[in-house]
């Protein structure tokens, strides 16, 4: 009688050495570089984007919160520029279409609603965000790919900024709840009882 065997090993990959994956991994690293100008070039175009955001603010809440991230935005761009030294790649920006969309989207909030209203700065408060949430999704993945390819100290770089956007993204949610939110929803009121 013959017995049955069966091959119960399970085929697993061999995960390389974090500094062999970052040696071994050209394509990666070439993936990963482009997507750090992708997001250098998004940061320089809000130094930008945000005064432009900050002038049109109804209160000073919010042009504040735009002003104290425009200089955060300054450091995370000194931070890149240290990431691509220490990748031995010069800081080169390569322009980035998502920002672009997203900037483009708050200048028609900008020129769409009423100047001195609670409703312009929810809608600035929408596209900001909207801006916070694209850095969080980039600087997220950056920091995974960082930690993958072994390069330690690029993942805590990028992570400093990944939780400074994080931050960013709590302090306008807190400005939108503070008031701007209600004013905005009694604009509507207003004008419907003076038009009464």
């Known amino acids: 009688m013959a017995t049955k065997t069966t091959n119960t090993r399970k085929k697993t990959a061999k995960k390389?050495?974090?500094n062999e994956a970052a040696q071994n991994d050209s394509k990666l690293k070439e993936f990963f570089i482009d997507s750090l100008k992708d997001i250098y070039w998004?940061?320089?175009?809000?130094?930008?984007?945000?005064?432009?955001?900050?002038k049109a603010a109804t209160t000073e809440e919010l042009r504040s919160a735009l002003e104290e991230?425009?200089?955060?935005?300054?450091?995370?761009?000194e931070r890149l520029e240290n990431v691509f030294e220490q990748m031995g790649e010069k800081a080169?920006?390569?322009?980035?279409?998502?920002?672009?969309g997203l900037t483009k989207e708050g200048?028609?909030?900008?020129?769409?609603?009423?100047?001195?209203?609670?409703?312009?700065?929810?809608?600035?408060?929408?596209?900001?965000?909207?801006?916070?949430?694209?850095?969080i999704a980039t600087y997220g993945s950056l920091?995974?790919?960082?930690?993958?390819?072994?390069?330690?100290?690029?993942?805590?770089?990028?992570?400093?900024?990944?939780?400074?956007e994080k931050d960013a993204d709590i302090k306008l949610t807190e400005v939108?709840?503070?008031?701007?939110n209600y004013e905005a929803?009694?604009?509507?009121?207003?004008?419907?009882?003076?038009?009464?």
Request: aromatic share 0%.
């Open 107 to 135: 200048d028609s909030i900008i020129e769409e609603t009423e100047d001195g209203t609670a409703t312009r700065d929810v809608g600035l408060i929408m596209a900001a965000q909207k801006v916070e949430h694209y850095e």
């Open 176 to 180: 939108a709840e503070n008031n701007i």
């Open 16 to 18: 390389p050495a974090a």
């Open 42 to 54: 998004a940061e320089k175009h809000l130094t930008k984007a945000l005064p432009k955001m900050q």
């Open 92 to 100: 080169v920006a390569k322009k980035c279409e998502a920002m672009e």
């Open 69 to 77: 991230h425009l200089e955060v935005t300054k450091t995370q761009i």
């Open 143 to 164: 920091v995974q790919l960082a930690t993958t390819m072994g390069l330690e100290d690029v993942a805590s770089l990028l992570q400093e900024t990944l939780q400074e």
């Open 185 to 196: 929803a009694q604009e509507g009121d207003e004008e419907e009882e003076e038009e009464e």
